[in-house]
């Protein structure tokens, strides 16, 4: 997709900002590979998910969806990040969003705003698509500088250990079976992953294309290389989906999806899927000289965790939240409208009448309910600091949008944001809940 944004852009000192071409492919995922590379001389992982992105086959990427900062005198690649246009579902309702990834610059060409000159042109083209929202994980704080705000509980999960796996009762035989996923399976994919996105706020709309592409189109050497599998009974029907890392990461086997289908005990299949995935997991760590340390299984709210909670820990790290940027926060609340009114007609402020003015300070947003229903959403400037029925300093009420922090852990957090009466804060928590998120982005 070929969109304006004024480039190519003459950044002056011979360096030139340009969207990525065919021609740019073998250069860019050289790059890539080499600037991500930390302490190693090549990231080869980093380098094939790049080459997906950019060699044409990937279902909703390609060359345009780069950008690149060129040296003009050679031609070489000094500064690149890739925009990934993708939907995701606020309670239930989609919304266009774009993850920008693969942010990086040569070492000697590293804080001359080249990043910040990318990032620019990322959200103009985030805006030519009608998004609601950009969003990135990565180095802790950076991206604050450009109007994100950590919000979102982005991957986060529970850990079993290996010896707290279930063994299989004596002279009892494996009531569950695991066998590779084919493209067939997609549909079954897809109907377990509907499901459990039920759970959760925030989710990732994925296609059937996306599951294919997952399924075949990647290098099994990528970073986003995953293997899928079905759970069957030992008569060959499918009871379950299972999705993990294709290796080790610190000597942990993550599980990315576990899912089964209704009607089908949790109890009854988890302890084979663990067994399963400890095989796995112990397969692959013979060759490395290392234990398998743990089996980790993402989600905030995964039933397993209900069904095992004294096996399954809680290992939360923190900068594992995605930073989210929502340009114009009215715009986005008006999209969500009928999932603001749904909470509040299922809740104790049922049938509500009244203006809640809330601010971050410089602007801010009123809402006009009537009788239950959100009749107006406007902007809204605080004639005082001190006015408005609630503060948010800075970027902080994303972290209530987004469902990552209660009022109260707000508010306890910072002295800057207030709410003027408990009445209040009442109301906020049940508009924006603390709710968890599950976000498998398109990648
Ligand atoms: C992080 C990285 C992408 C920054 O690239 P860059 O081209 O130097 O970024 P910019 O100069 O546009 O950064 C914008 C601002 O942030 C500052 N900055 C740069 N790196 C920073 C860092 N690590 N922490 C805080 N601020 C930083 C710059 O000085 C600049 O400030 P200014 O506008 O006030 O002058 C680069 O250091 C890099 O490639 N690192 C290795 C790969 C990596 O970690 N990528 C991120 C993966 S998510």
Same mark, same amino acid.
């Given at each position: 997709?070929?969109?304006?944004?004024?480039?190519?852009?003459?950044?002056?000192?011979?360096?030139?900002?340009?969207?990525?071409?065919?021609? #740019?492919?073998?250069?860019?995922?050289?790059?890539?590979?080499?600037?991500?590379?930390?302490?190693?001389?090549?990231?080869?992982?980093? $380098?094939?998910? %790049?080459?997906?992105?950019?060699?044409?086959?990937?279902?909703? /990427?390609?060359?345009?969806?780069?950008?690149?900062?060129?040296?003009?005198?050679?031609?070489?690649?000094? %500064?690149?990040?890739?925009?990934? *246009?993708?939907?995701?579902?606020? $309670?239930? +309702?989609?919304?266009? =969003?774009?993850?920008?990834?693969?942010?990086?610059?040569?070492?000697?060409?590293?804080?001359?705003?080249?990043?910040?000159?990318?990032?620019?042109?990322?959200?103009?083209?985030?805006?030519?698509?009608?998004?609601?929202?950009?969003?990135?994980t990565?180095? *802790?704080?950076?991206?604050?500088? @450009?109007?994100?705000?950590?919000?979102?509980?982005?991957?986060?999960?529970?850990?079993? @250990?290996p010896?707290?796996?279930?063994?299989?009762?004596?002279?009892?035989?494996?009531? @569950?079976?695991?066998?590779?996923?084919?493209?067939? #399976?997609?549909?079954?994919? $897809?109907?377990?992953?509907?499901?459990?996105?039920?759970?959760?706020?925030?989710?990732?709309?994925?296609?059937?294309? /996306?599951?294919?592409?997952?399924?075949?189109?990647?290098?099994?050497?990528?970073?986003?290389?995953?293997?899928?599998?079905? +759970?069957?009974?030992?008569?060959?029907?499918?009871?379950?989906?299972?999705?993990?890392?294709?290796?080790?990461?610190?000597?942990?086997?993550?599980?990315?999806?576990?899912? =089964?289908i209704?009607?089908?005990?949790?109890l009854?299949?988890?302890?084979?899927?663990?067994?399963?995935?400890?095989?796995?997991?112990?397969?692959?760590?013979? *060759?490395?000289?290392?234990?398998?340390?743990? /089996?980790?299984?993402?989600?905030?709210?995964?039933?397993?965790?209900?069904?095992?909670?004294e096996r399954?820990?809680?290992?939360?790290?923190?900068?594992?939240?995605?930073?989210?940027?929502?340009?114009?926060?009215?715009?986005?609340?008006?999209? =969500?409208?009928?999932?603001?009114?749904?909470?509040?007609?299922?809740?104790?402020?049922?049938?509500?009448?009244?203006? /809640?003015t809330?601010?971050?300070?410089?602007?801010?947003?009123?809402?006009?309910?009537?009788?239950?229903?959100?009749?107006?959403i406007?902007?809204?400037q605080?004639?005082?600091?001190?006015?408005? #029925?609630?503060? @948010?300093?800075?970027?902080?009420?994303?972290?209530?949008?987004?469902?990552?922090?209660?009022?109260?852990?707000?508010?306890?957090?910072?002295? #800057?944001?207030?709410?003027?009466?408990?009445?209040?804060?009442?109301?906020?928590?049940?508009?924006?809940?603390?709710?968890?998120?599950? +976000?498998?982005?398109?990648?």
């Amino acid at each position: 997709m070929s969109l304006a944004s004024g480039l190519p852009r003459d950044l002056g000192g011979g360096l030139l900002l340009r969207q990525a071409t065919a021609a #740019d492919v073998e250069a860019l995922v050289q790059f890539n590979g080499t600037v991500h590379a930390e302490d190693k001389p090549f990231n080869t992982a980093v $380098a094939a998910i %790049s080459r997906e992105g950019l060699a044409g086959q990937h279902p909703t /990427l390609g060359p345009s969806d780069h950008l690149i900062v060129e040296a003009t005198p050679t031609g070489e690649i000094v %500064s690149s990040i890739q925009f990934i *246009p993708q939907t995701w579902s606020y $309670a239930g +309702i989609p919304f266009g =969003i774009g993850r920008i990834e693969a942010v990086g610059t040569l070492p000697e060409y590293r804080r001359k705003g080249l990043v910040r000159h990318q990032m620019d042109v990322a959200h103009q083209w985030a805006a030519e698509r009608g998004h609601l929202a950009t969003f990135i994980t990565g180095i *802790p704080w950076y991206y604050a500088q @450009f109007g994100y705000e950590q919000a979102v509980v982005f991957r986060t999960g529970r850990t079993i @250990f290996p010896a707290l796996v279930p063994p299989l009762p004596e002279g009892q035989t494996e009531p @569950f079976h695991v066998r590779a996923a084919t493209t067939a #399976d997609v549909p079954f994919i $897809a109907a377990r992953y509907a499901a459990a996105t039920q759970r959760y706020l925030l989710t990732t709309v994925y296609s059937a294309d /996306l599951w294919r592409f997952d399924m075949t189109g990647r290098d099994p050497a990528s970073l986003a290389a995953v293997t899928m599998a079905i +759970i069957e009974t030992p008569t060959g029907e499918a009871v379950g989906w299972l999705e993990h890392s294709n290796e080790l990461f610190g000597g942990n086997l993550s599980t990315h999806n576990f899912e =089964i289908i209704p009607g089908v005990s949790w109890l009854a299949v988890t302890p084979s899927v663990l067994r399963h995935l400890l095989a796995v997991g112990q397969q692959m760590a013979a *060759p490395t000289g290392q234990p398998l340390r743990r /089996l980790s299984l993402r989600g905030e709210a995964h039933p397993a965790f209900q069904a095992f909670p004294e096996r399954f820990i809680a290992m939360h790290r923190a900068n594992w939240n995605a930073y989210m940027r929502v340009p114009d926060i009215a715009a986005f609340l008006r999209h =969500i409208t009928p999932a603001l009114e749904e909470r509040l007609a299922r809740s104790v402020a049922v049938g509500h009448t009244g203006a /809640l003015t809330l601010h971050w300070y410089r602007d801010g947003v009123q809402l006009t309910w009537e009788q239950g229903r959100l009749v107006g959403i406007e902007p809204w400037q605080p004639p005082r600091p001190e006015n408005g #029925d609630a503060a @948010f300093p800075e970027l902080t009420f994303l972290r209530r949008l987004f469902g990552w922090q209660t009022q109260e852990e707000l508010e306890a957090g910072f002295n #800057d944001a207030f709410s003027a009466s408990p009445e209040v804060r009442v109301l906020l928590n049940i508009l924006f809940p603390k709710e968890p998120s599950y +976000i498998r982005s398109v990648s």
